[in-house]
């Protein structure tokens, strides 16, 4: 039975990837950070053959430690500080955990058991602002802000230490991807989460930004085979997670409430524009999540994992929608369930 530590279990692709892992047959170590809430708490939904372990990526001792003590033959590490605008506000512990945080993997491996596979979450913000469309695994690497410097960072160690010890550890340069998994922080979740309260009666409207902004999103559900797939090849390798469509958050908002029964209309323009349903507004825009001109050509190619991998997503965009604003509902009801109990 192959082991296998995943590193970040507790939140969006930690669930999916220890999924796809039992399915495989593999015994599971899913590593969390202490915190004084007790961890079965915090993720009451993760598989139970999961074994719960702690650990800190901040803290060398800590890494080797878990890979003595587990012993695993793969390393998925999908802990981060993830959120790009705390990343300016933390920008310090952004690079600790994001970049110097690999760096303490990539040593505890070589030290305990070089043989032991890495797989590294890294984002296509490492890009920055890219002069060509869509971005493949070639494509210049220009960050522009401490979350894809240290990713960034992480990608240079990485292929250091196979250059120089051979470690063998692959990265995902993934785009946008989500599910009823991901934070509420996240414009993707604060949509379905507040589309289902809506039509619970549980609130009245929410607030985004610009509404033509376009992303590349795909399903965490079907990224997470890339994950895998990427260390059972012969050499480690760099791809490309994405689905090569874009749509606007204007889009995604349209079809969250056509999920619900809720038809949409626009009205008005700009910083003045609302979303109205049966008559009443739903959708305001809020200057301070406004940023304007926003990247409209990210798109990723991902050829390269098509041919090396055979690997391509398989949920479209308007299923994603319906699956997160499906699972919003599930909880919207049980809360006005509670609420009237
Ligand atoms: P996420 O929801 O932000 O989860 C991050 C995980 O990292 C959490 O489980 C968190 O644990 C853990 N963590 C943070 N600091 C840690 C530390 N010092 N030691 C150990 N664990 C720590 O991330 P996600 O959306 O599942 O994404 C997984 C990875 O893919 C991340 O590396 C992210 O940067 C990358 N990525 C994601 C996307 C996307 O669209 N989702 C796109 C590109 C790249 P706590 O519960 O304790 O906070």
């Known amino acids: 039975m192959k082991r296998a530590l995943i590193t970040g279990i507790t939140w969006q692709d930690g669930f999916y990837l220890s999924n796809l892992l039992i399915e495989k047959g593999y015994e599971v170590f899913g590593m969390y950070r202490r915190s004084v809430l007790d961890v079965h708490e915090r993720v009451p939904h993760i598989n139970p053959k999961v074994n719960l372990i702690e650990g800190n990526l901040r803290d060398a001792a800590s890494m080797i430690s878990v890979i003595k003590k587990y012993m695993p033959d793969e390393i998925y590490n999908l802990a981060a500080q993830s959120f790009l605008p705390s990343s300016w506000d933390h920008p310090e512990l952004t690079c600790d955990i994001n970049g110097m945080g690999v760096l303490r993997l990539l040593e505890a491996i070589r030290i305990v058991n070089p043989k032991i596979r890495l797989y590294q979450a890294s984002s296509r913000e490492v890009f920055g602002v890219p002069e060509k469309s869509p971005q493949n695994e070639e494509t ?7 979350y894809s410097a240290a990713k960034a960072f992480a990608q240079a160690m990485i292929k250091s230490y196979w250059e120089k010890y051979g470690i063998y550890s692959s990265f995902g340069i993934a785009f946008n991807h989500e599910s009823p998994r991901r934070g509420k922080e ?22 985004l930004g610009n509404l033509d902004t376009k992303r590349d999103w795909g399903y965490a559900g079907d990224y997470v085979e890339l994950m ?6 012969d050499k480690p390798d760099s791809y490309i997670l994405a689905t090569g469509e874009t749509h606007t958050i ?26 109205k349903s049966d008559g009443k507004i739903v959708v305001k825009i809020n200057p301070e999540y406004y940023r304007p001109g926003e990247a409209e050509w990210l798109f990723g190619d991902i050829s390269k994992a098509k041919k ?6 398989k949920t479209k965009f308007r299923n994603l929608v ?8 599930k909880g919207a009801k049980k809360e006005k369930l509670l609420m009237n109990s």
């Open 186 to 207: 996240f414009v993707t979740r604060t949509i379905s989460h507040a589309v289902a309260r809506i039509k619970m009666g549980l609130q009245e409207s929410f607030e």
């Open 140 to 146: 210049p690497i220009n960050p522009l802000n401490p």
């Open 308 to 313: 090396v991998l055979g690997w391509e997503p």
């Open 322 to 329: 319906k699956i997160m604003v499906e699972e919003d509902l």
């Open 228 to 233: 895998w797939l990427s260390l059972q090849q």
């Open 250 to 275: 204007r889009e995604f908002v349209k079809e969250a409430f056509k999920v619900v029964g809720m038809p949409l209309t626009w009205e008005g323009n700009g910083l003045d524009e609302v979303g």
